[in-house]
């Protein structure tokens, strides 16, 4: 249970400062209103995934014996959790220009969550076949998983909202930049584990 824990902790935190269109609307909801506002567009995920994890775990129950395709799905997750590594390695920081921003709602925060690609791609590519392993175990790991998972994503933003309240110039500071860096060193190790999950399914080693 301690591993899915870890592997849902390093996720949500990773998820969670990542620059991205949820984490846009919550800076900019905190910086045109104030921390409530941004506070609640970091609820977004927590409204709309559900559906996209039902389905995605249903798809993939319906697969379970074909490990040619479990394979490839789980090296399709290596990919995307590398990218996301790359990514937080590179961040220099994330710019906001209000002048060209609206105010934001909660119902735009769950409408760009629910429209990015992102949340499908993570869900059927990584979160889905964790969970699926994760039920194997017992019950309690794949709920280890979820609720840390989406406790760190959620509370990630809900922590920037907050520091963003009281200072405009977090996001471009070395202790974002150092922490990103970091969780992309992390996610690089977790897409290694990935990699080498898929290639047992295609028994390549």
Known sequence: MIHFLTIGTVLGLSAGFAPGPLLTLVISETLQHDIKSGVKVALAPII?????????????????NFHNILGTISLAGGLFIL?????????????????????KSLTKGVLANALSPHPY????????PTMT??????????????????TFLVGSKIVLAILIGKSKSLLSGNA???????????????????FHDGLK????I
């Open 121 to 128: 791609l993570f869900w059927f590519s990584v979160g889905a």
């Open 48 to 64: 709309t995934d559900l559906p996209i994890i039902i389905l995605t775990l249903f798809i993939l129950s319906k697969l379970s």
């Open 176 to 194: 974002y930049i150092f922490t990103m860096r970091f969780l992309g060193l992390v996610l690089c190790g977790l897409a290694v584990v990935l």
């Open 83 to 103: 990218s996301m590594g790359y990514k937080s390695m590179r961040t220099k920081g994330v710019e906001i220009n209000l002048q060209e921003m609206r105010p």
């Open 201 to 204: 399914l295609l028994a390549i």
């Open 133 to 150: 392993k994760a039920m194997l175990l017992n019950v309690s790991a794949p709920l280890a998983f979820i609720i840390s998972f989406y």
